[in-house]
């Protein structure tokens, strides 16, 4: 299964349009944000766009009963307190915002790890534990919009750029 990784919209609808809209046409039908959406009406793309989304909350989402709202209309969109574990076809995944949030031993009982907060895009691997922060799809701070895409099964990563 390929999922979608996204962090760091900060309200940059047209990014995040385009993004989502890249991702699916390369068969992602599931994308995990790591985080600061920033208003509510930076969900809409994914309500548009008819794509599930697992997600957490960053530092600059003030407004999460609007985001949780947002969310609620759509089909198959959640969101959680940062940081949030779950399994994925028994792929045991880790969402934070800030990895400076968790401890190593969390990180290393994660087969992947997806986080933002710094807006560089990175893949890494310590021990059997894949850590990717897809950078910032925003492109604010870098001028470059990102995002992920992590296959779960081969554990590679296709960074998408605008």
């Known amino acids: 299964m390929r999922v979608g990784l996204l962090a760091d919209t900060h309200d940059r609808v047209p ?27 930076s969900l809409e793309p994914f309500n548009d766009s008819n794509m599930a989304l697992l997600g957490i909350f960053g530092r600059n989402d003030g407004d999460q009963e609007g985001l949780r709202a947002v969310a609620a209309r759509g089909m198959g969109m959640e969101l959680y307190e940062s940081p949030h574990s779950f399994d994925v076809q028994g792929k045991r995944i880790l969402i934070v915002h800030d990895l400076g949030e968790v401890n190593r031993r969390s990180i290393d009982s994660h087969q992947f790890v997806v986080h933002g907060f710094t807006h560089v895009q990175e893949t890494v691997t310590r021990g059997d534990t894949l850590i990717v922060n897809p950078g910032e799809a925003c492109g604010w701070l870098h001028g470059k919009c990102t995002c992920a895409i992590l296959d779960l099964e081969t554990k590679e990563v296709e960074v998408i750029t605008l």
């Open 15 to 41: 990014a995040i349009t385009e993004l989502l809209q890249l991702m699916r046409d390369k068969g992602v039908t599931l994308v995990m944000h790591a985080g600061d959406y920033c208003s509510p009406f």
